[in-house]
Structures are given as C-alpha cells and as structure tokens.
C-alpha cells in the first residue's frame, strides 16, 4: 500500500502544478509581456539622462496595480531600486530588492525567479511630471512554470532535509545504542521485559518474553510517553533490528513490527511539550489545558491502532468471522469496556466535572521534572547496573554504539523517498486539493474548515503541522476553539508517514503489508476525538 500512497504523493503533487502552471500561462497571471503604469523618481533633478545607473524610486498607485493584476492592496507601493539607462540598446533597466514595503505578489513572483530577493523589468520613461518624476511603463520579467520550479526547488530541499536529519541521528544512536548494549549485556532489560510481561504478551504474542526486542520495544514507548524523542528513536530503530531478527520473511513487515509502529504512530504523550511552548509563546492564559485533551485524542488513536493490527492478525476474512470473535474475545471485550466508560464518563458530564479538579499546571510540572530527569537516570540506571554485574561497561558501550551509525546511513534512502514525495505534494498544490476534497465531511463533524490543513498535514510532516499549528494559533489566538482544537491535533498525533520510513527503513522493509493503513486509522481516530473532546470541554 505505501508504494501506491507514494506514487499518488508523487502524481497528484506534480499533476495539480502542471495543470495550475497551464492555466497560470493561459490566463497571463503574471502579466507577462504587459506595460504597467508606474512613476519613476530621481533623487535629485534631471535635465538630461546620460547612460549610467542612477537610484530612485519605483512608485506604482495601488488603483493601477490592483487593476493590473486583479489583487486588493490598500496602499500606494514605493519601491527603492536601480535604473540603468543604455540609450544604445535602447533598453532601460530597472533592478530592486524586495523589502518589507514589496508586496506580497512581487515577493512570491521574486521567488518563483529563483533569486528570491530581486526583480528585474525594461522600463520606458514617457511624460516628464516635473524636475525628479518621470510617468513611466514598466514590464517585468516574464514568470513561466512557477508551481513547478517550487515543487523542484522543494524536492531538492527534502532531500537534503532528510540526509540532515539520518545524519544528525547518529550521535543520539550512538549514545542510546551504547547504552542499551550494556544492559542487555547485565539483564537489566531481561528484568524491565519480564515487569512488564502482561501487556507485551498481549501486544506482541510472537515475540519471545525474554527476546532483547522486549525491553527496546518497552523502553520506547516509556520514552515516547515521556515526551523524550531523542531517547524513543534510538530505542525503537533497536527493536526493529531485534525484532528482524525473529523475521521468517526478511523484507517483509511481521505482525509485531506493525503491531510497534501502530503504538508508535499513535502518539501518546503524557505531556505534549512543543505544543505547549507554542501556545506560552503565543500568549496562552494556560497554555498547558490541552494536556487532557491530547491524552483523550492519543488514547482513541491508541486503542484504534492496536484494535485494527489485532483485527489484521487474526483476519476474519481467513478464519472465519465466528472464529476470529472466540480467538479475539478477550481483547475486544477489554477495547469495547475502554471506550463504552470513556463516552459514559463524558457524556455524564464527569469528565468535565474533574477538569475542575485537576491541576493541569501541577500535572505539567510532575512529567517535566520526570522528562528532565529520566534521560541522566536512565544513563546512570543502566551504566550503574552493569557496572555491578561486572560488565566491561566501556567496551561493551562502544561494541553497541557502532552499530549508530550503520542504522542512521541506512534510513537514508527510504526518508529522501517519503520526504521528496511530501515536499512535491505540499509544493505542487495537492494539499490544496485534498482539503477541498475533505471539507464537506469536516463541516458534517463540526470540524472548523481552517483546522483542516492541520489534521492533514500532522501524519505527513512534524516541521510542515508545526508551522501551520503556529500559524493558526497567531491567527485565532492560543486559547480560541480552533487554537486549542490545533494544539490538540498536534499531541493526538505522530507523523506517520516518517515514522514509517524511519523503522522499516532501518530493517530493509519493502513489503509493509497493513502498517501504514493502521497507523492512519489511528490517526483519523486522534483527529476525530480531539474534536470531540474538545467541543465537549470547550465548544
């Protein structure tokens, strides 16, 4: 499935900018070739134009230029900028930079040139208006194929965001993979594993209780909880290797690899801290009230995603329905018991009643000392261990932070792939075309249409859902409905499009089979009840 989702990435992404380019084109949106009416003024009086370069200023009436180009600005523009008078070629140039007095049209047309800060037009010099200002008709450079320069200029970008990214991996490994190697060496982790072994029975039936893959997967999802991602992904790119280890069929996802990604994808942090910076920093009155509700939205994800890997597993469709409901009773009732009291309580109107009770400031600052602490004491813990069951604790941490930098040089392939794919279809306009796609269903949910690009964007790209979060939140404000419904969005979720890539990556899985339709129910489930938690709680 995820080679036809890249493919579509891909096609829709380059197709919608080709199709916007020809019409661009058709229309002239750029008024290529056309002569707009400017004024042209020297800094001191002019009796005569020799050929050399003098400094004026550009001044368009905001009148003919919101006639020119069918645009609304609501002033006059004034330009600084270079006029260059060859009266042999005949040819008056005119060159200026783009400042904060350029508006927005010129600046997206000085991108699209590809040299971002200037633009060049032949001007004609007509009326005199008296010893400094010339009327004057300038033509601008020609714009041709602007959406696809963008989706060009951004797939090389990716590309080198997602080396950046394999790359900067590398130390954390080191450190992380290190540091594991010596507690697996002391049967530390034997011991976390065996802890913990009623819920990873049930998660992960194939995989051996005392298999190393145990403790990575467990440490993972405590760093994950923790709001720790330079611990959490070392952990996990760790157990996909032990984990590929017990892989019958290599290349090909196990139901345990997918059964991990799911939790993974699924997001569930006890304290979503950059969403919460975001928010202080936008002035938030209490920028930490959304960690109730993106544990609310985390948890439906969670239950979801692990409920369609267990539906996955048994395949009712093999087996038989009545088959799959005796082998699977146990877990869905457990699932159905979860979601039947979690609506009780909300629609009983307690949930909200314990709002009032619970301190989300005090809550905020119990898990930041945890998650300032826990890396150090993990450190200390696990080195301190071995150090007692006399493990060579520095040989054997140097044995297993080599292998950091294979996994980092070996995701590279699969993140340039999945984030050149992203980046062509956010620049290609394909975004665009899947939110007017999902609007009539947002609007049937109650869903606000300007949360729409966030809930999109989130399994996507971190940076791209960061940036839109922040954007609204400056727009409505951190503490309005659509702000704290963003906020939501953004710690119910996990990119799962790279969490993707980054795993299976790391292990040379080619054939996901249903990894990534789990990790997107689990994301439809997040979005889904952050809406309504939060019109619940706030609407």
């Not at 298999?211 to 611990?231: K, S, T, V």
Request: aromatic share 10%.
């Amino acid at each position: 499935m995820l080679n036809y989702v890249w493919l579509g990435l891909l096609l829709l992404g380059i197709g919608v900018a080709l199709t916007t380019d020809i019409i661009d084109k058709t229309e002239n949106k750029y008024r290529n070739g056309e002569e707009l009416a400017v004024e042209i003024i020297f800094q001191d009086s002019v009796k005569s134009l020799a050929d050399q370069k003098y400094d004026v200023k550009l001044k368009v009436k905001k009148n003919s230029f919101n006639s020119f180009y069918n645009l609304n600005e609501s002033k006059d523009i004034e330009q600084s900028a270079t006029l260059t008078i060859d009266s042999k070629k005949n040819k008056n140039l005119l060159y200026f930079k783009v400042d904060k007095n350029t508006p927005a049209f010129w600046k997206e047309m000085a991108k699209i040139t590809g040299k971002k800060d200037d633009l060049t037009g032949s001007v004609l010099l007509k009326n005199k208006i008296d010893a400094k200002t010339f009327q004057a008709e300038i033509i601008l450079e020609d714009i041709a194929f602007a959406k696809m320069k963008e989706v060009t200029n951004s797939a090389l970008d990716y590309a080198g965001i997602a080396v950046n990214i394999a790359l900067g991996l590398i130390g954390i490994m080191a450190l992380w993979l290190g540091v594991m190697k010596v507690a697996e060496e002391a049967g530390l982790i034997k011991i976390i594993a065996n802890a913990m072994k009623p819920l990873t029975k049930f998660l992960f039936p194939d995989v051996p209780q005392d298999h190393p893959a145990m403790g990575a997967m467990i440490m993972n999802m405590a760093a994950n909880m923790l709001g720790l991602g330079n611990a959490a992904t070392p952990f996990g790119l760790k157990a996909m290797e032990e984990l590929d280890k017990l892989n019958p069929e290599k290349g090909t996802a196990t139901n345990a690899m997918i059964m991990f990604l799911a939790v993974n994808t699924a997001g569930l942090t006890l304290i979503p801290v950059t969403a919460i910076a975001i928010r202080a920093a936008a002035g938030s009155s209490d920028p930490a009230i959304i960690i109730g509700t993106s544990i609310f939205g985390a948890l439906c994800a969670t239950i979801v995603g692990i409920t369609t890997v267990k539906i996955f597993e048994k395949n009712p469709f093999r087996i038989g329905f009545a088959q799959f409901l005796q082998e699977s009773k146990k877990g869905l009732i457990i699932f159905s018991s979860i979601i039947v009291l979690v609506l009780v309580l909300l629609f009983s109107g307690v949930a909200s009643g314990l709002t009032k009770f619970i301190n989300p400031e005090l809550f905020k600052s119990i898990i930041q000392v945890i998650s300032t602490l826990a890396i150090p004491m993990l450190i200390f813990i696990f080195i301190g261990y071995g150090a007692i069951k006399k493990v060579k604790i520095y040989e054997v941490f140097v044995e297993g932070a080599k292998e950091g930098f294979d996994v980092a040089v070996r995701i590279i392939p699969y993140l340039v792939a999945m984030l050149v794919a992203i980046g062509i279809f956010r620049a290609g306009g394909g975004m665009d075309i899947l939110i007017y796609a999902l609007t009539p269903f947002t609007n049937l949910i109650g869903m606000p249409a300007e949360a729409l690009p966030m809930a999109i964007m989130r399994p996507l790209s971190g940076s791209g859902s960061l940036g839109i979060m922040a954007e609204i939140i400056a727009t409505h404000g951190p503490d309005s409905f659509i702000g704290i419904l963003v906020s939501t969005f953004f710690g119910s979720t996990e990119t799962t499009f790279y969490v993707l890539a980054v795993y299976f990556g790391a292990v040379n899985i080619r054939k996901t089979r249903y990894a990534l339709t789990a990790g997107l129910l689990a994301d439809v489930a997040g979005i889904l009840g952050a809406v309504f938690i939060v019109k619940l709680l706030f609407g």
